[in-house]
């Protein structure tokens, strides 16, 4: 979070080193303090201090992302050829197996988050101070956060309450069901929508607007419609969320020729009115390849950029999460999502001579024009394949509305009325008027999620909550491939206390 939530880094060293030596797996492995937990938490600096470890984990959630679109029927995995990350070739591929080094990778990552957030809370009462009820909902808001990602990819997964897991943990400390996750979600999601100010208090911070929006979101996907529907409509309610409009539009953005939807996705449209939650990047500090979890820059964008490529407005990238022919077809004629979402690389070229890339595996001529790198500033360190600045939107408010609709169209009885109402919004929107409505169904509300949030990583997980999967996805298992394998070195290392998900 260094892009807005800044200390300087040699007072989060020491921090860092505790959290991260102790969380990333939980093993019998040696473990390094440099200092003292129960000397720790003594002020309110320690707590913000703290905090701000918590908060920094959420850069690594761009291999959620990346893997998330790449599983999809979305994108392909592309890359400099077919042996290059082969992790993500075989999430692709659909025949990952729980040796995967980058799902091995999510899994440390997404419980590092969970560490840090439960180093706050296990010493919550340690110290009295002004306003740390805000600190403590936010710890909360980022543990469901985490937990939310982990139960999505891996399915019920080992909790330890307020306290840090320690070596030994993992011999006695049972995974936990899917329900029981849920449930710690919903609980630490509904403090923290009652407990966190409404307007962030830096940009980057969580609010009871991210609370709630995360909050209706899991509920969703428990099938729990009317809480969800009800959760939604809460924050709908309270006017702080609106889909960017033509009149949110700088005079230099409409001189640039950008759409509303455009312009949500460029540096100027960062944190705008549409963002409930956005995850912070920056390109001030560089990092390498084998330390990808430490970088403060979005990974995800330069792995989706052009490889080699001349020209303007974008910048170099690796190949990866190429857009598949079938997401660009399911783009009607008239929306103006779909030259935001794809970049056309024979059209950019054909109206920039000159401009030039290299084609590589499983080319397609499309990239993710969202979530590719553009050219950097003067100042920018680093590999401008690693050190992207472009923050990822995790929740815009249009997911909010489509949600809202699915949830309304789904619960007993049904609010037909107001999901027709927020699929129409998110449509207008999308085609500058009102003659492109279509009449709301459950199907209509799912085409209109996968081409409003095509490559921010939420396809796969719709498919597999909606049971769609199978028929989508080339090389999926129903019954399998629903979860991802628990990585087998935490198995082994759990002396058989955690069972491996089925068909691994």
Request: hydrophobic share 35%; aromatic share 12%; net charge negative.
């Amino acid at each position: 979070m260094k892009k807005y939530i800044y200390i300087k880094l040699a007072s989060l060293v020491v921090f860092s080193m505790v959290t991260i030596s102790c969380s990333d797996d939980f093993v019998d492995r040696p473990v390094e303090y440099s200092i003292d937990s129960e000397n720790y938490f003594n002020s309110k600096a320690d707590y913000e201090n703290a905090l701000i470890g918590a908060y920094d984990l959420l850069h690594s959630t761009f291999i959620n992302v990346l893997m998330g679109e790449i599983a999809s029927d979305n994108t392909y995995a592309g890359g400099n050829g077919p042996n290059d990350v082969p992790g993500y070739q075989s999430v692709d591929d659909m025949i990952h197996t729980k040796n995967n080094v980058q799902i091995k990778q999510l899994w440390d990552w997404m419980f590092a988050g969970v560490q840090r957030a439960n180093y706050i809370l296990e010493f919550k009462d340690k110290t009295d101070f002004e306003g740390k009820n805000q600190i403590i909902a936010q710890a909360r808001f980022l543990r469901a956060y985490y937990h939310f990602e982990l139960v999505k990819w891996f399915g019920g997964i080992p909790m330890n309450g307020d306290k840090r897991f320690v070596p030994g943990d993992e011999k006695s400390v049972a995974r936990s069901s899917v329900s029981e996750v849920y449930a710690s979600i919903e609980a630490d999601l509904i403090f923290a929508s009652q407990n966190l100010s409404v307007a962030a208090t830096q940009k980057g911070r969580a609010t009871s607007g991210s609370a709630l929006a995360l909050l209706g979101k899991a509920y969703l996907y428990q099938e729990k419609y009317t809480e969800a529907a009800n959760t939604f409509e809460t924050l709908i309610a309270t006017g702080n969320y609106h889909l960017v409009q033509t009149a949110d539009l700088t005079a230099e953005q409409i001189s640039q020729g950008l759409t509303p939807f455009g312009s949500i996705f460029e540096d100027a449209g960062e944190n705008g009115p549409e963002s409930v939650f956005e995850v912070q990047y920056t390109d001030v500090e560089g990092g390498n390849y084998g330390q990808l979890q430490y970088i403060e820059g979005n990974v995800a964008v330069g792995f989706a950029g052009p490889n080699a490529y001349e020209g303007p407005v974008f910048a170099d990238g690796n190949n990866f999460n190429l857009p598949t022919p079938k997401i660009v077809s399911a783009f009607e004629n008239g929306d103006t999502r779909k030259e935001v979402t794809i970049l056309d690389m024979v059209s950019w070229i054909a109206a920039n001579p000159g401009t030039s890339y290299n084609k590589q595996h499983e080319d397609t001529g499309y990239f993710n024009r969202k979530y590719i790198p553009r050219k950097r500033s003067a100042n920018a360190a680093g590999d401008v394949k690693l050190t992207s600045p472009n923050n990822y939107r995790a929740i815009r408010y249009a997911d909010v509305l489509l949600m809202a609709a699915e949830a309304n169209i789904k619960k007993s009885p049904s609010d037909i009325s107001k999901a027709q109402d927020y699929l129409d919004m998110v449509r207008d929107r999308a085609f500058g008027d009102e003659s492109h409505r279509v009449v709301v169904s459950y199907q209509a509300i799912l085409d209109e999620r996968r081409v409003e949030l095509a490559g921010e990583g939420h396809r796969f997980f719709d498919l597999v909550r909606t049971g769609k999967a199978a028929q989508e996805i080339d090389g999926f298992v129903e019954g399998k491939n629903n979860l991802f394998p628990i990585p087998d070195e935490e198995i082994k290392f759990s002396n058989g206390k955690w069972e491996q998900n089925p068909n691994y």
